[in-house]
């Protein structure tokens, strides 16, 4: 589907607009290096939140070679204001947040949400789950449900693979804090620690009583095996939910 170039989503507002040295002589006298709004947020994207090119293009709306080109020019002007002492200041129009504001509004009454899941129970860890159990919900009720076999292991894939299916919230057991930074980036909200039959955390999200869990709850890799309820890996037991938390 082409995309209209002139539409790109920004997921984030910069926590600040200017940057000036702090040893000026004459600041007016500056030349100001201007980072457009879609620079720094694919900066912010693929340098900050680590996600491959292709993964920040879904997010944005973009094509991954316009990506490219913004990440670039980003990287230019940056080197080129600490290079030169040069005052930065990021610049774009407010129009360029509408998108998330309305997605942000809409998420209310229509959701599209990601459990990961094997044979109907919450998978403990991410990074490795073999399937998603995928809910779409309107004004709280469930409208669609499936179970999508998973891309590949690792969180850059499966973050990827979240966005290209338009998921806003991610239910699980484990995660990792590379995995957590992919997704938040990505505008995907998190409740981790889950455990139990994967609908059932969908219905408790939906009533307001599943607890919003947003941070990494396993400090070990998103990649690499673990031990899990079936017994294979090397040490690391996940009894209920994962990364060693036991639940209820």
Same mark, same amino acid.
């Given at each position: 589907m082409p995309r209209n170039p002139s539409h790109k989503i920004i997921r984030s507002d910069p926590p600040a607009r200017r940057f000036e040295p702090s040893e000026q002589k004459s600041a007016?006298?500056?030349? @100001?290096?201007?980072?457009?709004? &879609?620079?720094?947020?694919?900066?912010?994207?693929?340098d900050? *939140? %680590?996600? &491959?090119?292709? $993964? !920040? !293009?879904?997010?944005? %709306?973009?094509?991954?070679?316009?990506?490219q080109m913004l990440v670039s020019s980003a990287r230019t002007k940056l080197a080129r204001a600490v290079v030169e002492g040069l005052p930065? $200041?990021?610049?774009?129009?407010?129009?360029?947040?509408l998108n998330t504001d309305l997605r942000n509004e809409e998420r209310e009454r229509k959701m599209k949400i990601a459990v990961t899941a094997q +044979?109907? &129970? @919450?998978?403990?860890?991410?990074?490795?789950?073999? &399937?998603f159990y995928i809910v779409t919900t309107e004004d709280g009720n469930i409208t669609d449900e499936k179970i999508i076999q998973a891309p590949a292991e690792g969180h850059g894939a499966?973050?990827?693979?979240?966005?290209?299916? %338009?998921?806003?919230?991610?239910?699980?057991?484990?995660? /990792?804090?590379? !995995?957590?930074?992919?997704?938040? *980036? *990505?505008?995907?909200?998190?409740?981790?620690g889950a455990a139990g039959p994967a609908k059932d955390q969908v219905l408790s999200l939906l009533? /307001? $009583?599943?607890?919003?869990? /947003?941070? !990494?709850n396993c400090?070990?890799?998103?990649?690499?095996? +673990?031990?899990?309820?079936?017994?294979h890996g090397h040490g690391h037991g996940h009894a209920d939910g994962g990364c060693g938390h036991h639940h209820e």
């Open positions: 007016s006298r500056l030349s @100001v290096v201007n980072l457009l709004l &879609e620079e720094w947020e694919a900066m912010r994207l693929v900050y *939140a %680590g996600m &491959e090119q292709s $993964q !920040a !293009a879904l997010s944005m %709306g973009v094509s991954r070679q316009s990506v930065l $200041q990021i610049i774009g129009e407010q129009q360029k947040n +044979h109907t &129970e @919450v998978f403990p860890h991410f990074g490795r789950t073999p &399937e499966l973050v990827g693979f979240l966005v290209s299916q %338009g998921i806003d919230t991610l239910i699980c057991g484990g995660i /990792g804090g590379g !995995a957590v930074n992919s997704l938040r *980036a *990505a505008g995907i909200q998190i409740y981790a009533s /307001g $009583q599943l607890p919003h869990q /947003g941070d !990494a400090d070990h890799h998103d990649g690499h095996d +673990h031990q899990h309820e079936h017994g």
